[in-house]
């Protein structure tokens, strides 16, 4: 590196340490200048990081990975706001910004090193790092590892649009702690929102009811025994407010926004900038192709179990080109996928099922490119996605000892929860509650083939328990709570 590049890359650094506490406290206010509030990973790896200015604690890289919109940069807003800390040793950058600068991580750091008149192995003082959209930089993961490997002085703290733009390789993954974000839960979006807060216990107790009961009649009796509070927590609520959580809800940026169609049009620009930049540098698809993806995702919105070959033929493109995109984004989290129930060689026969991993961008599919379903149509599918996170929130990291598949049959089922081998499958359909003898007809189909242990109807209905088909209905307003 020459010294003209050098002495540009120490002025933006001393640039960013001066500037950097103002810009960033901007994303830990609402416009109305209220504080936002923290997640549960903001206290996470708050304490981790109080913990290494102590010197009590090894664990000194940590990555946050999630979708666009999910809150990634709020979060590492709030660390870097709220964390005290000489200012020279506190430093923010954002990859996407230093590469559109012409600056590699790497020469910052040599830079950095030259500003602070140490090198890493001779530092007297903990440096906090805060790395910003590191999917940006494709050898990031390296120049950290170095970093790493240099010193036990500094905490490195990095966010990323998935799992697999953090987790480069073993190396990686023995030192770095990875974290995930999803989207909000109705207690968050409550809490952001309403300034409502969960009674302390209740989302694990319903947790356990749901997922853990050894049998129909112990869930019922376990949800039956927290109906006071549940019914205490909704007093207040209007309940147009779930509607609105389903809507667009899940994505923290959309709680600030009053108008639904300014709404729509921002998930939109989420959506232009998840194809354009994550997408396009992911795959690699030519210009050609790029537009038509966001026509995959527009048919997808309407069928979420996908035939690769109709799809392909629909929008004119090769099948490999629809697979490597559903891959992208998977990727990318913009959606996940649910796998028929079956053996590995059936499973891959039979279709897989797609859900947006946040059902405001199907919902926004719905309102701003053209769509006259009105509501009621869609809201089920809006809901088949809020189900499918919320599983995800709960055993994502689990996969591989949990299982969640589909019942690929007509009248099957919308999801089959193993929580870990031998413990027997739980059956889970999603309805409106307009419908619900067909619900008992799909999780009794499912649970006879799959030698279910209990079903679980969750609707906008009332808690009742059907012992002749091993089943409970739950209301929306206990599941939205877990």
Same mark, same amino acid.
Request: aromatic fraction near 12%; include cysteine.
């Given at each position: 590196? %020459?010294?003209?590049? @050098?002495?540009? +890359?120490? &002025?933006?650094?001393?640039?960013? $340490?001066? /500037?950097?506490?103002?810009?960033?406290?901007?994303?830990?206010?609402?416009?109305?200048?209220?504080?936002?509030?923290?997640?549960?990973?903001?206290?996470?790896?708050?304490?981790?990081?109080?913990?290494?200015?102590?010197?009590?604690?090894?664990?000194?890289?940590?990555?946050?990975?999630?979708?666009?919109?999910?809150?990634?940069?709020?979060?590492?807003?709030?660390?870097?706001?709220?964390?005290?800390?000489?200012?020279?040793?506190?430093?923010?950058?954002?990859?996407?910004?230093?590469?559109?600068?012409?600056?590699?991580?790497?020469?910052?750091?040599?830079?950095?090193?030259?500003?602070?008149?140490?090198?890493?192995?001779?530092?007297?003082?903990?440096?906090?790092?805060?790395?910003?959209?590191?999917?940006?930089?494709?050898?990031?993961?390296?120049?950290?590892?170095?970093?790493? %490997?240099?010193?036990? @002085?500094?905490? +490195?703290? &990095?966010?990323?649009?998935?799992? $697999?733009? /953090?987790?480069?390789?073993?190396?990686?993954?023995?030192?770095?702690?990875?974290?995930?974000?999803?989207?909000?839960?109705?207690?968050?979006?409550?809490?952001?929102?309403?300034?409502?807060?969960?009674?302390?216990?209740?989302?694990?107790?319903?947790?356990?009811?749901?997922?853990?009961?050894?049998?129909?009649?112990?869930?019922?009796?376990?949800?039956?025994?927290?109906?006071?509070?549940?019914?205490?927590?909704?007093?207040?609520?209007?309940?147009?407010?779930?509607?609105?959580?389903?809507?667009?809800?899940?994505?923290?940026?959309?709680?600030?926004?009053?108008?639904?169609?300014?709404?729509?049009?921002?998930?939109?620009?989420?959506?232009?900038?998840?194809?354009?930049?994550?997408?396009?540098?992911?795959?690699?698809?030519?210009?050609?192709?790029?537009?038509?993806?966001?026509?995959?995702?527009?048919?997808?919105?309407?069928?979420?179990?996908?035939?690769?070959?109709? $799809?392909?033929?629909?929008?004119?493109?090769?099948?490999?080109?629809?697979?490597?995109?559903?891959?992208?984004?998977?990727?990318?989290?913009?959606?996940?996928?649910?796998?028929?129930?079956?053996?590995?060689?059936?499973?891959?026969?039979?279709?897989?099922?797609?859900?947006?991993?946040?059902?405001?961008?199907?919902?926004?599919?719905?309102?701003?490119?053209?769509?006259?379903?009105?509501?009621?149509?869609?809201?089920?599918?809006?809901?088949?996605?809020?189900?499918?996170?919320?599983?995800?929130?709960?055993?994502?990291?689990?996969?591989?000892?949990?299982?969640?598949?589909?019942?690929?049959?007509?009248?099957?089922?919308?999801?089959?929860?193993?929580?870990?081998?031998?413990?027997?499958?739980?059956?889970?359909?999603?309805?409106?509650?307009?419908?619900?003898?067909?619900?008992?007809?799909?999780?009794?189909?499912?649970?006879?083939?799959?030698?279910?242990?209990?079903?679980?109807?969750?609707?906008?209905?009332?808690?009742?328990?059907?012992?002749?088909?091993?089943?409970?209905?739950?209301?929306?307003?206990?599941?939205?709570?877990?």
């Amino acid at each position: 590196m %020459d010294e003209e590049k @050098k002495s540009k +890359i120490i &002025a933006y650094i001393r640039n960013q $340490l001066v /500037l950097s506490e103002q810009r960033l406290k901007e994303f830990t206010f609402d416009s109305k200048g209220n504080k936002l509030p923290y997640r549960d990973v903001y206290h996470t790896i708050k304490n981790y990081i109080g913990r290494f200015a102590k010197g009590e604690s090894e664990s000194r890289w940590f990555a946050l990975a999630g979708l666009r919109g999910v809150g990634k940069t709020t979060v590492l807003a709030q660390l870097f706001t709220d964390c005290e800390w000489e200012s020279n040793y506190k430093l923010y950058l954002s990859l996407d910004q230093t590469k559109s600068l012409g600056f590699s991580l790497t020469e910052i750091i040599v830079a950095y090193e030259e500003f602070l008149g140490t090198s890493l192995e001779t530092l007297k003082k903990p440096i906090l790092l805060l790395l910003d959209e590191v999917q940006y930089q494709e050898n990031w993961a390296i120049t950290a590892k170095t970093i790493y %490997d240099r010193t036990n @002085k500094v905490f +490195i703290f &990095a966010t990323g649009s998935s799992a $697999l733009s /953090l987790q480069t390789n073993a190396d990686v993954a023995r030192r770095m702690v990875l974290e995930k974000i999803y989207p909000l839960g109705f207690a968050e979006y409550a809490h952001a929102k309403l300034a409502k807060e969960l009674p302390v216990g209740l989302s694990e107790r319903l947790r356990q009811a749901l997922f853990f009961s050894n049998s129909v009649e112990e869930v019922y009796s376990a949800l039956q025994k927290e109906t006071d509070l549940v019914n205490a927590f909704w007093i207040g609520i209007e309940r147009f407010e779930v509607d609105r959580y389903i809507k667009f809800g899940t994505l923290p940026f959309a709680i600030r926004v009053h108008d639904e169609s300014t709404v729509y049009k921002q998930i939109n620009q989420v959506m232009d900038a998840v194809l354009e930049k994550d997408i396009a540098k992911l795959e690699g698809f030519d210009k050609q192709t790029l537009p038509k993806l966001s026509q995959l995702l527009y048919a997808l919105s309407g069928a979420d179990i996908v035939s690769v070959v109709k $799809l392909a033929k629909t929008l004119d493109l090769n099948p490999r080109t629809v697979s490597l995109a559903l891959d992208a984004f998977e990727k990318t989290e913009v959606l996940f996928r649910v796998l028929p129930y079956g053996a590995h060689f059936a499973q891959v026969k039979k279709p897989s099922k797609y859900l947006f991993t946040s059902s405001a961008y199907r919902a926004m599919y719905y309102n701003l490119v053209g769509s006259v379903e009105q509501y009621e149509n869609y809201k089920g599918k809006l809901l088949e996605d809020v189900m499918g996170m919320y599983l995800m929130r709960l055993f994502g990291d689990k996969l591989g000892i949990t299982s969640l598949t589909y019942d690929s049959a007509e009248s099957g089922a919308d999801f089959i929860l193993e929580t870990k081998p031998q413990a027997g499958k739980i059956v889970i359909e999603v309805g409106m509650g307009k419908k619900k003898q067909k619900g008992f007809e799909q999780v009794t189909n499912t649970l006879s083939k799959v030698e279910g242990k209990y079903g679980l109807i969750v609707s906008q209905t009332n808690l009742s328990l059907n012992e002749k088909v091993n089943c409970v209905s739950v209301p929306l307003e206990y599941f939205l709570l877990v």
